[in-house]
């Protein structure tokens, strides 16, 4: 077992949705030896890192020319949790997805190990594709895997390199399912359902879902696994504490939910009747649309995580209540 209090600890991302939530996680454990990197912008991601506590600062664009110095603001690290990317689904400049996404990785990756540090790094579950090749986590043939966007394959790309080039025995890659929460709200159309959901009824008492275009699925009852952050980030923590466990692993809750399950609980916090009004589905997007995600997690759970996840009404309700209603991110 490893102890995340010695060294430092490097979040890339740490700004960002899931990187803050990692990071407020960390400060709950008494940690506070940490350095983030990641690009602020001119967005309000800023407003996730206010409460929370870490050593020292980086812009991601600044990061990889300071790993090699002699006084490198890294010091002694330990650990390093790469979370930053561009999550974008629709982002259309290969070039940019697979300079940001695959080759930062790469160089961080190589470096980390190159020195003993444990390396974790986020995965996505888009690499699964449509899921027609499943979604285990313990099928080693990557290969097969058809990701159905450029984020995807972005992801995917250094998959294939990490087990191509034997890495993936000493690293931990995160196939994030649907992760919801608290922090996410800087990340526009990426936002989650729960997230834009609370802005419709709000302003107009209604929210909108897509149609269904696929005969074995009714209007909103398409399935998705959805994963509070919470429980996100705890999986994450276990599984970079506990060394043995190496290569990819599904971070989801398990379970598939539909998306009039989702909402439901986002009328009730909010104490207004259920009012879903379905919309077409941009022809952009249909050919790549997932009907249905659920998580593997049997591998995560024969590891020894034991945790239980948090039912998806209680999970919504809470980040209803206490985060989206009085407008407060994570720890403040």
């Avoid at 890339?12 to 350095?35: D, P, Q």
């Avoid at 000493?170 to 649907?178: P, S, T």
Wanted: proline share 3%.
């Amino acid at each position: 077992m490893k102890s995340l209090k010695e060294g430092q600890i490097l979040v890339t991302g740490g700004a960002g949705f899931i990187g803050s939530a990692l990071v407020w996680a960390l400060n709950k454990r008494g940690i506070e030896n940490i350095i983030i990197a990641d690009y602020l912008g001119d967005d309000e991601k800023w407003r996730n890192l206010v409460p929370l506590r870490f050593n020292h600062y980086l812009e991601a664009d600044e990061l990889l020319g300071k790993l090699h110095l002699k006084e490198s603001p890294l010091g002694k690290c330990s650990a390093v949790f790469h979370l930053g990317a561009c999550s974008s689904t629709t982002e259309a400049d290969a070039s940019y997805l697979a300079e940001n996404n695959y080759e930062y990785t790469r160089i961080l990756a190589e470096w980390a190990l190159a020195r003993g540090i444990r390396f974790v790094y986020a995965s996505s579950a888009a690499t699964y594709g449509d899921g027609e090749q499943g979604m285990d986590d313990k099928d080693e043939d990557l290969a097969r895997l058809r990701p159905l966007n450029m984020y995807g394959y972005s992801k995917h790309m250094f998959d294939l390199y990490a087990q191509r080039h034997d890495l993936s025995g000493r690293i931990v890659g995160l196939k994030y399912f649907n992760v919801f929460g608290p922090n996410e709200y800087h990340k526009a159309d990426m936002r989650s359902l729960v997230h834009k959901a609370f802005e419709q009824i709000r302003d107009s008492g209604a929210v909108k879902l897509f149609k269904s275009y696929h005969p074995d699925y009714g209007d909103g009852e398409q399935k998705r696994d959805f994963l509070y952050v919470k429980d996100a980030v705890e999986m994450t923590l276990y599984l970079a504490e506990n060394e043995t466990e190496n290569g990819l692993f599904n971070v989801g809750s398990g379970q598939a939910h539909t998306w009039k399950e989702l909402v439901e609980p986002i009328f009730n916090a909010m104490g207004k009747p259920v009012n879903i009004e379905f919309i077409d589905m941009p022809e952009t997007i249909r050919s790549q649309y997932q009907y249905f995600t659920k998580a593997d997690t049997s591998k995560l759970r024969h590891s020894g995580y034991g945790d239980t996840v948090t039912p998806l009404a209680e999970a919504v309700t809470d980040y209803m209540k206490n985060y989206l209603l009085n407008n407060k991110t994570l720890g403040a």
